[in-house]
Protein backbone atom coordinates (compact mmCIF):
# COMPACT_ATOMS: atom_id res chain seq x y z
CA UNK A 1 0.00 0.00 0.00
CA UNK A 2 2.57 2.46 1.19
CA UNK A 3 4.58 0.98 -2.07
CA UNK A 4 1.87 2.69 -4.05
CA UNK A 5 1.53 5.87 -2.37
CA UNK A 6 5.02 6.65 -2.90
CA UNK A 7 4.89 5.99 -6.52
CA UNK A 8 1.99 8.27 -6.96
CA UNK A 9 3.29 10.82 -4.53
CA UNK A 10 6.89 10.56 -7.16
CA UNK A 11 4.84 10.48 -9.89
CA UNK A 12 3.19 13.65 -8.88
CA UNK A 13 6.32 15.65 -7.91
CA UNK A 14 7.93 14.42 -11.53
CA UNK A 15 7.23 15.67 -15.14
CA UNK A 16 5.70 19.11 -15.16
CA UNK A 17 2.48 19.18 -16.88
CA UNK A 18 2.20 19.56 -20.20
CA UNK A 19 -0.67 21.57 -20.45
CA UNK A 20 -3.17 18.76 -21.74
CA UNK A 21 -6.69 17.52 -20.60
CA UNK A 22 -6.47 13.94 -19.26
CA UNK A 23 -10.27 12.35 -19.72
CA UNK A 24 -10.58 8.82 -17.91
CA UNK A 25 -13.14 6.18 -19.06
CA UNK A 26 -13.36 2.63 -18.02
CA UNK A 27 -13.70 2.01 -21.70
CA UNK A 28 -15.61 4.04 -24.99
CA UNK A 29 -18.47 5.50 -23.44
CA UNK A 30 -15.87 8.43 -22.63
CA UNK A 31 -15.89 9.20 -25.64
CA UNK A 32 -19.15 10.67 -26.25
CA UNK A 33 -17.60 13.27 -23.45
CA UNK A 34 -14.69 14.09 -25.26
CA UNK A 35 -16.76 14.61 -28.48
CA UNK A 36 -18.69 17.53 -27.13
CA UNK A 37 -14.92 18.87 -25.82
CA UNK A 38 -13.45 18.52 -29.33
CA UNK A 39 -16.37 20.46 -30.75
CA UNK A 40 -16.55 22.89 -28.00
CA UNK A 41 -13.14 23.24 -26.90
CA UNK A 42 -11.24 21.98 -29.55
CA UNK A 43 -7.76 24.07 -29.05
CA UNK A 44 -6.67 22.32 -26.09
CA UNK A 45 -4.50 19.48 -25.94
CA UNK A 46 -6.07 15.76 -25.30
CA UNK A 47 -4.78 12.53 -23.97
CA UNK A 48 -8.24 10.05 -23.75
CA UNK A 49 -7.13 6.92 -21.39
CA UNK A 50 -9.65 3.84 -21.73
CA UNK A 51 -9.19 1.03 -19.07
CA UNK A 52 -11.23 -1.74 -21.67
CA UNK A 53 -8.45 -4.48 -20.27
CA UNK A 54 -11.08 -3.97 -16.90
CA UNK A 55 -14.10 -2.98 -17.99
CA UNK A 56 -17.31 -2.84 -17.02
CA UNK A 57 -16.76 -1.40 -14.01
CA UNK A 58 -20.70 -0.50 -12.92
CA UNK A 59 -21.20 -4.31 -11.56
CA UNK A 60 -17.30 -4.63 -9.39
CA UNK A 61 -16.65 -3.31 -5.63
CA UNK A 62 -16.54 0.54 -4.71
CA UNK A 63 -12.58 -0.66 -3.52
CA UNK A 64 -11.42 -1.86 -6.94
CA UNK A 65 -13.42 0.90 -8.79
CA UNK A 66 -10.85 2.94 -6.55
CA UNK A 67 -8.28 0.93 -7.37
CA UNK A 68 -8.33 1.17 -10.67
CA UNK A 69 -9.46 4.51 -11.18
CA UNK A 70 -6.21 5.56 -9.20
CA UNK A 71 -3.96 3.52 -11.54
CA UNK A 72 -5.54 5.41 -14.39
CA UNK A 73 -5.24 8.75 -12.71
CA UNK A 74 -1.90 8.35 -11.72
CA UNK A 75 -0.76 7.43 -14.99
CA UNK A 76 -2.69 10.35 -16.89
CA UNK A 77 -0.74 12.81 -14.37
CA UNK A 78 2.51 11.01 -14.85
CA UNK A 79 1.51 11.85 -19.06
CA UNK A 80 1.60 15.14 -18.14
CA UNK A 81 -2.22 16.16 -17.66
CA UNK A 82 -3.02 19.37 -15.67
CA UNK A 83 -6.53 18.28 -15.24
CA UNK A 84 -8.17 15.33 -15.59
CA UNK A 85 -11.80 14.99 -16.33
CA UNK A 86 -13.43 11.27 -15.15
CA UNK A 87 -15.94 10.88 -17.72
CA UNK A 88 -16.97 7.66 -16.40
CA UNK A 89 -19.58 7.74 -14.00
CA UNK A 90 -19.12 4.68 -11.81
CA UNK A 91 -15.81 6.10 -11.23
CA UNK A 92 -17.03 9.39 -10.49
CA UNK A 93 -19.44 8.13 -8.12
CA UNK A 94 -17.59 5.87 -6.33
CA UNK A 95 -13.66 7.01 -6.23
CA UNK A 96 -13.59 11.50 -6.79
CA UNK A 97 -13.76 12.25 -3.71
CA UNK A 98 -11.01 9.88 -2.11
CA UNK A 99 -8.90 10.66 -5.39
CA UNK A 100 -9.18 14.29 -5.07
CA UNK A 101 -8.51 14.06 -1.08
CA UNK A 102 -5.39 12.20 -2.30
CA UNK A 103 -4.92 15.43 -4.46
CA UNK A 104 -5.71 18.33 -2.95
CA UNK A 105 -4.80 21.63 -4.34
CA UNK A 106 -2.19 22.45 -1.32
CA UNK A 107 0.13 19.81 -2.63
CA UNK A 108 -1.07 19.54 -6.12
CA UNK A 109 -1.41 22.93 -7.91
CA UNK A 110 -1.33 21.55 -11.06
CA UNK A 111 -3.30 17.99 -10.67
CA UNK A 112 -6.98 19.07 -10.45
CA UNK A 113 -9.43 15.79 -11.10
CA UNK A 114 -13.10 16.51 -11.85
CA UNK A 115 -15.97 14.14 -12.46
CA UNK A 116 -19.27 14.17 -14.53
CA UNK A 117 -21.57 13.71 -11.95
CA UNK A 118 -21.58 17.80 -10.54
CA UNK A 119 -22.50 19.27 -13.88
CA UNK A 120 -25.47 17.33 -14.27
CA UNK A 121 -26.56 18.12 -10.86
CA UNK A 122 -26.26 21.83 -11.25
CA UNK A 123 -28.35 21.95 -14.07
CA UNK A 124 -30.85 20.19 -12.62
CA UNK A 125 -30.76 22.22 -9.35
CA UNK A 126 -31.42 25.55 -10.56
CA UNK A 127 -34.71 24.29 -12.55
CA UNK A 128 -36.99 25.31 -10.04
CA UNK A 129 -40.21 23.83 -11.91
CA UNK A 130 -38.12 20.50 -11.40
CA UNK A 131 -39.49 18.72 -8.25
CA UNK A 132 -38.73 14.84 -8.33
CA UNK A 133 -36.10 13.45 -10.32
CA UNK A 134 -34.94 10.22 -11.83
CA UNK A 135 -31.62 8.40 -12.29
CA UNK A 136 -30.55 5.99 -14.08
CA UNK A 137 -27.56 4.17 -14.01
CA UNK A 138 -24.97 0.81 -13.21
CA UNK A 139 -25.32 -0.89 -10.32
CA UNK A 140 -21.93 0.89 -8.78
CA UNK A 141 -23.09 4.43 -9.29
CA UNK A 142 -26.75 3.93 -8.29
CA UNK A 143 -25.79 1.61 -4.65
CA UNK A 144 -23.29 4.84 -3.77
CA UNK A 145 -26.36 7.44 -4.05
CA UNK A 146 -23.55 9.68 -5.60
CA UNK A 147 -26.68 11.61 -7.80
CA UNK A 148 -28.81 11.42 -4.81
CA UNK A 149 -26.79 13.07 -2.20
CA UNK A 150 -25.12 15.48 -4.44
CA UNK A 151 -28.87 16.99 -5.43
CA UNK A 152 -29.75 16.94 -1.73
CA UNK A 153 -26.57 19.33 -1.32
CA UNK A 154 -28.03 21.61 -3.32
CA UNK A 155 -32.24 20.91 -2.85
CA UNK A 156 -32.99 18.85 0.19
CA UNK A 157 -36.60 19.06 -0.75
CA UNK A 158 -35.91 17.19 -4.14
CA UNK A 159 -37.48 13.65 -4.39
CA UNK A 160 -35.14 11.61 -6.13
CA UNK A 161 -35.80 8.03 -7.51
CA UNK A 162 -33.17 5.88 -8.46
CA UNK A 163 -32.90 2.65 -10.74
CA UNK A 164 -29.85 0.46 -11.68
CA UNK A 165 -29.99 -0.13 -15.73
CA UNK A 166 -27.15 -3.01 -16.09
CA UNK A 167 -28.16 -4.63 -19.06
CA UNK A 168 -28.43 -1.55 -21.08
CA UNK A 169 -24.38 -1.39 -21.56
CA UNK A 170 -24.08 -4.83 -22.63
CA UNK A 171 -26.99 -4.01 -25.18
CA UNK A 172 -25.35 -1.34 -26.51
CA UNK A 173 -21.89 -2.70 -26.42
CA UNK A 174 -23.36 -5.64 -28.89
CA UNK A 175 -24.74 -3.17 -31.19
CA UNK A 176 -28.04 -3.98 -30.12
CA UNK A 177 -29.11 -0.16 -29.55
CA UNK A 178 -32.06 -0.08 -32.22
CA UNK A 179 -33.31 -3.62 -32.04
CA UNK A 180 -36.79 -4.31 -30.10
CA UNK A 181 -35.09 -6.54 -27.40
CA UNK A 182 -33.24 -3.36 -26.05
CA UNK A 183 -36.55 -1.28 -26.34
CA UNK A 184 -38.13 -3.87 -23.96
CA UNK A 185 -35.76 -3.89 -21.58
CA UNK A 186 -35.71 -0.25 -21.55
CA UNK A 187 -38.76 0.08 -20.60
CA UNK A 188 -38.54 -2.41 -17.97
CA UNK A 189 -36.36 -0.11 -16.07
CA UNK A 190 -37.91 3.20 -17.04
CA UNK A 191 -41.74 1.95 -16.29
CA UNK A 192 -41.23 2.51 -12.46
CA UNK A 193 -39.58 5.52 -12.86
CA UNK A 194 -42.43 6.96 -15.10
CA UNK A 195 -45.16 5.38 -12.51
CA UNK A 196 -43.44 7.99 -9.81
CA UNK A 197 -44.37 11.04 -11.97
CA UNK A 198 -40.43 12.30 -12.24
CA UNK A 199 -40.12 15.86 -13.74
CA UNK A 200 -36.42 14.83 -15.19
CA UNK A 201 -34.63 11.93 -16.07
CA UNK A 202 -31.08 12.14 -15.35
CA UNK A 203 -29.03 9.56 -17.69
CA UNK A 204 -26.23 8.52 -15.42
CA UNK A 205 -24.25 6.80 -17.46
CA UNK A 206 -22.69 7.13 -21.14
CA UNK A 207 -23.27 5.06 -22.62
CA UNK A 208 -27.27 5.73 -22.24
CA UNK A 209 -27.12 8.88 -24.88
CA UNK A 210 -26.77 6.19 -27.52
CA UNK A 211 -30.50 5.65 -26.74
CA UNK A 212 -31.04 8.95 -26.45
CA UNK A 213 -34.18 9.00 -28.68
CA UNK A 214 -35.90 5.64 -27.37
CA UNK A 215 -35.12 6.59 -23.79
CA UNK A 216 -37.37 9.94 -24.53
CA UNK A 217 -39.88 8.05 -26.53
CA UNK A 218 -40.40 5.87 -23.76
CA UNK A 219 -40.42 8.37 -21.55
CA UNK A 220 -42.87 11.06 -23.11
CA UNK A 221 -41.73 14.48 -24.69
CA UNK A 222 -42.86 16.45 -21.44
CA UNK A 223 -39.90 15.41 -19.58
CA UNK A 224 -36.50 16.90 -19.81
CA UNK A 225 -33.67 14.31 -20.28
CA UNK A 226 -30.23 16.88 -20.08
CA UNK A 227 -27.51 15.90 -22.80
CA UNK A 228 -24.43 15.12 -20.22
CA UNK A 229 -22.16 15.68 -23.44
CA UNK A 230 -23.17 19.43 -23.77
CA UNK A 231 -23.51 20.34 -20.13
CA UNK A 232 -20.04 19.08 -19.11
CA UNK A 233 -18.39 20.57 -21.65
CA UNK A 234 -20.29 23.70 -20.88
CA UNK A 235 -19.10 23.10 -17.21
CA UNK A 236 -15.87 22.71 -18.49
CA UNK A 237 -15.22 25.67 -20.77
CA UNK A 238 -16.67 27.74 -17.33
CA UNK A 239 -14.17 25.93 -14.92
CA UNK A 240 -10.86 26.30 -17.76
CA UNK A 241 -11.56 30.52 -17.45
CA UNK A 242 -11.85 30.17 -13.76
CA UNK A 243 -9.13 28.35 -13.26
CA UNK A 244 -6.31 30.08 -14.91
CA UNK A 245 -3.90 28.99 -12.23
CA UNK A 246 -4.33 25.24 -14.17
CA UNK A 247 -2.09 26.82 -16.91
CA UNK A 248 -4.63 24.80 -19.58
CA UNK A 249 -4.50 27.29 -23.06
CA UNK A 250 -5.72 26.65 -26.33
CA UNK A 251 -2.46 26.02 -28.97
CA UNK A 252 -1.84 26.74 -32.63
CA UNK A 253 -1.94 22.66 -32.96
CA UNK A 254 -3.81 20.56 -30.51
CA UNK A 255 -2.82 16.92 -30.42
CA UNK A 256 -5.27 14.36 -29.24
CA UNK A 257 -4.08 11.21 -27.74
CA UNK A 258 -5.75 8.08 -27.05
CA UNK A 259 -4.82 5.18 -24.90
CA UNK A 260 -6.32 2.21 -23.69
CA UNK A 261 -5.31 -1.05 -21.73
CA UNK A 262 -6.51 -3.60 -24.20
CA UNK A 263 -6.45 -4.35 -28.29
CA UNK A 264 -5.94 -0.94 -30.21
CA UNK A 265 -7.80 -2.44 -33.18
CA UNK A 266 -11.38 -3.62 -30.55
CA UNK A 267 -11.04 0.47 -29.25
CA UNK A 268 -10.61 1.70 -32.88
CA UNK A 269 -13.21 -0.34 -34.61
CA UNK A 270 -16.57 1.35 -32.15
CA UNK A 271 -14.44 4.06 -30.63
CA UNK A 272 -14.30 5.90 -33.68
CA UNK A 273 -18.62 5.36 -33.77
CA UNK A 274 -18.92 6.64 -30.25
CA UNK A 275 -16.23 9.76 -30.65
CA UNK A 276 -18.08 10.72 -34.62
CA UNK A 277 -14.29 11.03 -36.35
CA UNK A 278 -11.16 9.18 -36.57
CA UNK A 279 -9.07 7.88 -34.26
CA UNK A 280 -5.45 8.12 -34.83
CA UNK A 281 -2.99 8.99 -32.45
CA UNK A 282 -3.99 5.48 -30.65
CA UNK A 283 -1.39 3.29 -27.75
CA UNK A 284 -1.66 0.21 -25.90
CA UNK A 285 -0.66 0.95 -22.53
CA UNK A 286 -0.43 -1.18 -18.97
CA UNK A 287 -1.60 0.72 -15.51
CA UNK A 288 -1.71 -1.75 -13.40
CA UNK A 289 1.38 -1.77 -12.26
CA UNK A 290 2.49 2.61 -11.99
CA UNK B 1 8.47 -9.86 -19.80
CA UNK B 2 11.71 -11.42 -18.23
CA UNK B 3 10.95 -10.51 -15.42
CA UNK B 4 7.26 -11.69 -15.04
CA UNK B 5 8.81 -15.28 -16.47
CA UNK B 6 11.77 -14.96 -14.04
CA UNK B 7 8.82 -15.15 -10.98
CA UNK B 8 6.64 -17.55 -12.35
CA UNK B 9 9.72 -19.44 -12.71
CA UNK B 10 10.59 -19.30 -8.81
CA UNK B 11 6.99 -20.07 -8.12
CA UNK B 12 6.69 -23.34 -9.85
CA UNK B 13 10.35 -24.24 -8.24
CA UNK B 14 8.94 -23.00 -5.09
CA UNK B 15 6.36 -24.40 -2.46
CA UNK B 16 5.88 -28.01 -2.75
CA UNK B 17 2.15 -29.02 -4.75
CA UNK B 18 0.26 -29.49 -1.60
CA UNK B 19 -2.51 -31.99 -2.79
CA UNK B 20 -4.62 -29.62 -4.24
CA UNK B 21 -6.79 -29.48 -7.33
CA UNK B 22 -6.91 -25.82 -8.56
CA UNK B 23 -10.62 -24.44 -10.06
CA UNK B 24 -9.99 -21.16 -12.08
CA UNK B 25 -12.89 -19.09 -13.67
CA UNK B 26 -12.90 -15.60 -14.56
CA UNK B 27 -15.85 -14.83 -12.32
CA UNK B 28 -18.75 -17.25 -10.91
CA UNK B 29 -19.25 -19.51 -13.95
CA UNK B 30 -16.72 -22.33 -12.71
CA UNK B 31 -18.67 -22.82 -9.77
CA UNK B 32 -21.53 -25.08 -11.84
CA UNK B 33 -18.15 -27.15 -12.96
CA UNK B 34 -16.94 -27.10 -9.22
CA UNK B 35 -20.17 -28.37 -8.39
CA UNK B 36 -20.01 -31.20 -10.13
CA UNK B 37 -16.28 -32.46 -8.84
CA UNK B 38 -17.86 -31.98 -5.43
CA UNK B 39 -20.59 -34.10 -6.17
CA UNK B 40 -18.18 -37.04 -7.74
CA UNK B 41 -14.82 -36.11 -6.42
CA UNK B 42 -15.68 -34.67 -2.89
CA UNK B 43 -12.73 -36.20 -1.31
CA UNK B 44 -10.28 -34.16 -3.15
CA UNK B 45 -8.86 -30.30 -1.77
CA UNK B 46 -9.84 -27.89 -3.98
CA UNK B 47 -9.08 -23.91 -4.16
CA UNK B 48 -11.46 -22.11 -6.47
CA UNK B 49 -10.04 -18.44 -8.08
CA UNK B 50 -12.70 -16.29 -9.79
CA UNK B 51 -10.92 -12.99 -10.89
CA UNK B 52 -13.95 -11.58 -10.37
CA UNK B 53 -12.51 -7.50 -10.61
CA UNK B 54 -11.22 -8.00 -13.69
CA UNK B 55 -14.52 -9.98 -15.54
CA UNK B 56 -15.64 -10.54 -17.91
CA UNK B 57 -13.19 -12.06 -20.37
CA UNK B 58 -15.55 -12.61 -23.14
CA UNK B 59 -15.14 -9.27 -24.73
CA UNK B 60 -11.23 -9.02 -24.25
CA UNK B 61 -8.26 -9.37 -26.90
CA UNK B 62 -7.16 -12.57 -26.64
CA UNK B 63 -3.83 -11.26 -25.22
CA UNK B 64 -5.27 -9.74 -21.94
CA UNK B 65 -7.26 -12.96 -21.64
CA UNK B 66 -3.67 -14.61 -21.78
CA UNK B 67 -1.58 -12.28 -19.52
CA UNK B 68 -4.98 -12.56 -16.90
CA UNK B 69 -4.53 -16.32 -17.06
CA UNK B 70 -1.59 -16.53 -16.86
CA UNK B 71 -1.42 -14.59 -13.47
CA UNK B 72 -4.19 -17.03 -12.07
CA UNK B 73 -2.20 -20.03 -13.09
CA UNK B 74 1.16 -18.41 -11.07
CA UNK B 75 -1.78 -17.57 -8.16
CA UNK B 76 -2.85 -21.21 -8.06
CA UNK B 77 0.23 -23.02 -8.25
CA UNK B 78 2.20 -20.69 -5.41
CA UNK B 79 -1.19 -21.50 -3.81
CA UNK B 80 0.08 -25.19 -3.61
CA UNK B 81 -2.13 -27.02 -6.47
CA UNK B 82 -0.72 -29.53 -8.46
CA UNK B 83 -3.48 -29.21 -11.34
CA UNK B 84 -5.31 -26.87 -12.64
CA UNK B 85 -8.61 -26.84 -14.51
CA UNK B 86 -9.48 -23.41 -16.64
CA UNK B 87 -12.98 -23.72 -16.14
CA UNK B 88 -14.03 -20.38 -18.22
CA UNK B 89 -14.64 -21.39 -21.74
CA UNK B 90 -12.62 -18.00 -22.65
CA UNK B 91 -9.92 -18.22 -21.27
CA UNK B 92 -9.47 -22.28 -22.27
CA UNK B 93 -9.93 -21.26 -25.54
CA UNK B 94 -7.38 -18.58 -25.48
CA UNK B 95 -4.80 -19.01 -22.96
CA UNK B 96 -4.39 -22.52 -22.34
CA UNK B 97 -2.44 -23.55 -25.37
CA UNK B 98 0.05 -21.42 -24.46
CA UNK B 99 -0.04 -22.10 -20.53
CA UNK B 100 0.68 -25.67 -21.08
CA UNK B 101 3.65 -25.17 -23.07
CA UNK B 102 5.35 -22.58 -21.07
CA UNK B 103 4.02 -25.49 -17.79
CA UNK B 104 6.01 -28.27 -19.83
CA UNK B 105 5.55 -31.88 -18.08
CA UNK B 106 9.45 -32.36 -18.10
CA UNK B 107 10.12 -29.30 -16.34
CA UNK B 108 7.41 -29.29 -13.98
CA UNK B 109 6.23 -32.67 -13.30
CA UNK B 110 3.74 -31.66 -10.81
CA UNK B 111 2.19 -28.60 -12.87
CA UNK B 112 -0.48 -29.45 -14.94
CA UNK B 113 -3.53 -27.63 -16.48
CA UNK B 114 -6.86 -28.42 -17.86
CA UNK B 115 -9.34 -26.92 -20.08
CA UNK B 116 -12.84 -27.24 -20.39
CA UNK B 117 -12.85 -27.50 -23.94
CA UNK B 118 -11.27 -31.01 -24.82
CA UNK B 119 -13.81 -33.37 -22.56
CA UNK B 120 -16.61 -31.58 -24.25
CA UNK B 121 -15.65 -31.65 -27.38
CA UNK B 122 -14.87 -35.74 -27.01
CA UNK B 123 -17.99 -36.25 -26.02
CA UNK B 124 -19.16 -34.77 -28.93
CA UNK B 125 -16.81 -36.73 -31.66
CA UNK B 126 -17.63 -40.41 -30.12
CA UNK B 127 -21.54 -40.20 -31.54
CA UNK B 128 -21.06 -41.62 -34.79
CA UNK B 129 -25.00 -40.53 -35.60
CA UNK B 130 -23.55 -36.28 -35.42
CA UNK B 131 -22.65 -35.04 -38.45
CA UNK B 132 -23.17 -31.26 -37.42
CA UNK B 133 -22.28 -29.42 -34.34
CA UNK B 134 -23.38 -25.97 -33.21
CA UNK B 135 -21.26 -23.63 -30.70
CA UNK B 136 -22.60 -20.84 -29.34
CA UNK B 137 -19.67 -19.05 -26.77
CA UNK B 138 -18.86 -15.84 -26.01
CA UNK B 139 -17.44 -13.42 -28.68
CA UNK B 140 -13.56 -14.40 -27.26
CA UNK B 141 -14.36 -18.28 -27.49
CA UNK B 142 -15.85 -18.33 -31.07
CA UNK B 143 -13.32 -16.06 -32.67
CA UNK B 144 -10.82 -18.79 -31.46
CA UNK B 145 -12.44 -21.23 -33.25
CA UNK B 146 -11.25 -23.34 -30.31
CA UNK B 147 -13.80 -25.86 -30.11
CA UNK B 148 -13.93 -26.00 -34.08
CA UNK B 149 -10.42 -26.63 -34.21
CA UNK B 150 -10.59 -29.36 -32.18
CA UNK B 151 -13.48 -30.90 -33.09
CA UNK B 152 -12.20 -31.22 -36.71
CA UNK B 153 -9.06 -32.97 -35.01
CA UNK B 154 -10.79 -36.19 -33.81
CA UNK B 155 -13.67 -35.63 -36.95
CA UNK B 156 -12.05 -33.40 -39.67
CA UNK B 157 -15.86 -34.34 -41.69
CA UNK B 158 -18.20 -32.57 -39.27
CA UNK B 159 -19.94 -29.90 -40.45
CA UNK B 160 -19.61 -27.11 -37.30
CA UNK B 161 -21.98 -23.97 -37.48
CA UNK B 162 -20.90 -21.45 -34.49
CA UNK B 163 -22.94 -18.26 -33.37
CA UNK B 164 -21.25 -15.65 -30.24
CA UNK B 165 -24.11 -14.70 -27.60
CA UNK B 166 -22.21 -12.20 -25.47
CA UNK B 167 -25.58 -10.90 -23.96
CA UNK B 168 -26.44 -14.49 -22.07
CA UNK B 169 -23.82 -13.66 -19.48
CA UNK B 170 -25.03 -10.03 -18.74
CA UNK B 171 -28.54 -11.75 -18.59
CA UNK B 172 -28.01 -13.84 -16.01
CA UNK B 173 -25.52 -12.14 -13.91
CA UNK B 174 -28.78 -9.35 -13.79
CA UNK B 175 -30.97 -12.45 -12.50
CA UNK B 176 -33.12 -12.28 -15.81
CA UNK B 177 -32.61 -15.91 -16.69
CA UNK B 178 -36.23 -16.61 -16.95
CA UNK B 179 -37.59 -13.45 -17.90
CA UNK B 180 -39.46 -13.22 -21.31
CA UNK B 181 -36.47 -10.68 -22.92
CA UNK B 182 -33.90 -13.06 -22.06
CA UNK B 183 -36.03 -15.86 -24.12
CA UNK B 184 -36.35 -13.06 -26.82
CA UNK B 185 -32.78 -12.80 -26.97
CA UNK B 186 -31.76 -16.44 -26.71
CA UNK B 187 -34.20 -17.28 -29.87
CA UNK B 188 -32.25 -14.45 -31.90
CA UNK B 189 -28.94 -16.18 -31.21
CA UNK B 190 -30.11 -19.87 -31.81
CA UNK B 191 -32.47 -19.18 -34.73
CA UNK B 192 -29.64 -19.42 -36.85
CA UNK B 193 -27.86 -22.59 -35.71
CA UNK B 194 -31.61 -24.07 -35.71
CA UNK B 195 -32.47 -23.59 -39.60
CA UNK B 196 -29.03 -24.67 -40.36
CA UNK B 197 -30.24 -28.22 -38.72
CA UNK B 198 -27.62 -29.44 -36.57
CA UNK B 199 -27.13 -32.58 -34.46
CA UNK B 200 -26.00 -30.85 -31.37
CA UNK B 201 -25.48 -28.16 -29.45
CA UNK B 202 -22.43 -27.14 -27.53
CA UNK B 203 -23.11 -24.62 -24.65
CA UNK B 204 -19.15 -23.03 -24.44
CA UNK B 205 -19.71 -20.99 -21.33
CA UNK B 206 -20.64 -22.27 -17.78
CA UNK B 207 -23.19 -19.32 -17.43
CA UNK B 208 -25.12 -20.99 -20.11
CA UNK B 209 -26.07 -24.03 -18.14
CA UNK B 210 -28.77 -21.77 -16.14
CA UNK B 211 -30.76 -21.82 -19.82
CA UNK B 212 -30.45 -24.78 -20.39
CA UNK B 213 -34.16 -26.03 -20.15
CA UNK B 214 -34.46 -22.87 -21.86
CA UNK B 215 -32.33 -23.63 -24.54
CA UNK B 216 -33.49 -27.30 -25.13
CA UNK B 217 -37.02 -25.89 -25.63
CA UNK B 218 -35.71 -23.78 -28.09
CA UNK B 219 -33.62 -26.11 -29.91
CA UNK B 220 -36.34 -29.20 -29.85
CA UNK B 221 -35.90 -31.91 -27.62
CA UNK B 222 -34.54 -33.91 -30.71
CA UNK B 223 -31.00 -32.21 -30.54
CA UNK B 224 -29.14 -33.29 -27.50
CA UNK B 225 -27.20 -30.66 -25.59
CA UNK B 226 -24.21 -31.86 -23.31
CA UNK B 227 -24.03 -31.35 -19.70
CA UNK B 228 -20.65 -29.74 -19.59
CA UNK B 229 -20.47 -29.89 -15.93
CA UNK B 230 -21.01 -33.64 -16.14
CA UNK B 231 -18.71 -34.38 -18.24
CA UNK B 232 -15.86 -32.45 -17.41
CA UNK B 233 -16.21 -34.06 -13.68
CA UNK B 234 -16.19 -37.86 -15.33
CA UNK B 235 -13.53 -36.77 -18.05
CA UNK B 236 -11.32 -35.33 -13.90
CA UNK B 237 -12.16 -38.45 -12.69
CA UNK B 238 -10.63 -40.78 -15.44
CA UNK B 239 -7.73 -38.12 -16.13
CA UNK B 240 -6.54 -38.45 -11.69
CA UNK B 241 -6.94 -42.28 -12.09
CA UNK B 242 -4.34 -42.01 -15.29
CA UNK B 243 -2.33 -39.71 -13.76
CA UNK B 244 -0.73 -40.71 -10.43
CA UNK B 245 2.13 -39.07 -10.75
CA UNK B 246 0.87 -35.86 -10.19
CA UNK B 247 0.34 -37.01 -6.52
CA UNK B 248 -3.58 -35.82 -6.09
CA UNK B 249 -5.06 -38.14 -3.68
CA UNK B 250 -8.40 -37.66 -1.89
CA UNK B 251 -8.33 -37.10 2.00
CA UNK B 252 -10.07 -37.60 5.30
CA UNK B 253 -11.17 -34.31 5.65
CA UNK B 254 -10.76 -32.46 1.93
CA UNK B 255 -10.97 -28.90 2.36
CA UNK B 256 -12.27 -26.53 0.38
CA UNK B 257 -10.93 -23.00 -0.38
CA UNK B 258 -12.47 -19.76 -1.95
CA UNK B 259 -10.33 -16.72 -3.56
CA UNK B 260 -12.13 -13.67 -5.43
CA UNK B 261 -10.29 -11.09 -6.81
CA UNK B 262 -13.32 -8.50 -6.14
CA UNK B 263 -15.57 -8.30 -2.94
CA UNK B 264 -16.03 -11.31 -0.94
CA UNK B 265 -19.65 -10.67 0.20
CA UNK B 266 -20.79 -9.74 -4.07
CA UNK B 267 -18.87 -13.52 -4.76
CA UNK B 268 -20.82 -15.29 -1.87
CA UNK B 269 -24.39 -13.75 -2.37
CA UNK B 270 -24.50 -14.98 -5.94
CA UNK B 271 -21.84 -17.96 -6.03
CA UNK B 272 -24.01 -19.64 -3.36
CA UNK B 273 -26.50 -19.92 -6.17
CA UNK B 274 -24.11 -21.21 -9.02
CA UNK B 275 -22.49 -23.31 -6.16
CA UNK B 276 -25.85 -25.06 -4.78
CA UNK B 277 -24.00 -25.15 -1.34
CA UNK B 278 -22.83 -22.56 0.79
CA UNK B 279 -19.22 -21.15 0.71
CA UNK B 280 -17.56 -20.48 3.61
CA UNK B 281 -13.75 -20.30 3.19
CA UNK B 282 -13.41 -17.29 1.02
CA UNK B 283 -10.71 -14.85 0.51
CA UNK B 284 -9.81 -11.88 -1.21
CA UNK B 285 -6.65 -11.99 -3.08
CA UNK B 286 -4.73 -9.83 -5.44
CA UNK B 287 -2.88 -11.42 -8.55
CA UNK B 288 -2.18 -9.13 -10.87
CA UNK B 289 1.26 -8.27 -8.76
CA UNK B 290 2.80 -11.74 -9.05
Keep these: MSGQEDKIESINK ?17 LTILKYFLKNLSGYNYIYLGDNARLPYGEKSPETIYNY ?32 QEYLPSAYPHRKILGVIRPLVEAIAKNPKIKAVGVIGTKATINSNAYKSELEKLRPELRIEQQSAPLIVPLIEEGWAHKPETKMILKKYLRPLKTKSIDALILGCTHYSFLYKEIRAIMGRRIPVPQAGEIIALSLADYLVRHGELGLTTVATPTYKF ?22 NLERVKISEL
Design 14 to 30: NPAAKNIIGVFDSGLGG
Design 259 to 280: YTTDDIRLFKELGEKFLGREIK
Design 69 to 100: TREAVAFLFSAGCNLIIIACNTASAQALRRLQ
